[in-house]
């Protein structure tokens, strides 16, 4: 079986937890953040999971993760 490429675009964003589940950062926090309650802005520092249903079209774009 020959070697997967890894989408780099998809390996900049992913990363793996400790249990192997995938994690992503929040989106929605690059601009127009002045009228967001600064309780939003806090909430949309951490990462989150990637939902069941998207895990596997993820873990096809990197499969060594």
Same mark, same amino acid.
């Given at each position: 079986?020959?070697?997967?490429?890894?989408? +780099?675009?998809? &390996?900049? +964003?992913?990363?793996?937890?400790?249990?192997?589940k @995938?994690?992503?950062?929040?989106? /929605?926090?690059?601009h @127009?953040?002045? /009228?967001k309650?600064?309780?939003?802005k806090?909430?949309?520092?951490?990462?989150? @999971?990637?939902? &069941?249903?998207d895990?596997?079209?993820? +873990? +096809?774009?990197?499969?060594?993760?």
């Open positions: 079986m020959p070697k997967l490429k890894t989408k +780099r675009g998809a &390996a900049k +964003r992913i990363r793996a937890t400790g249990t192997g @995938l994690a992503r950062a929040k989106g /929605w926090k690059s @127009l953040l002045e /009228w309650p600064p309780k939003r806090r909430k949309l520092r951490k990462a989150t @999971l990637i939902s &069941a249903a895990e596997k079209r993820m +873990r +096809r774009l990197v499969p060594y993760l």
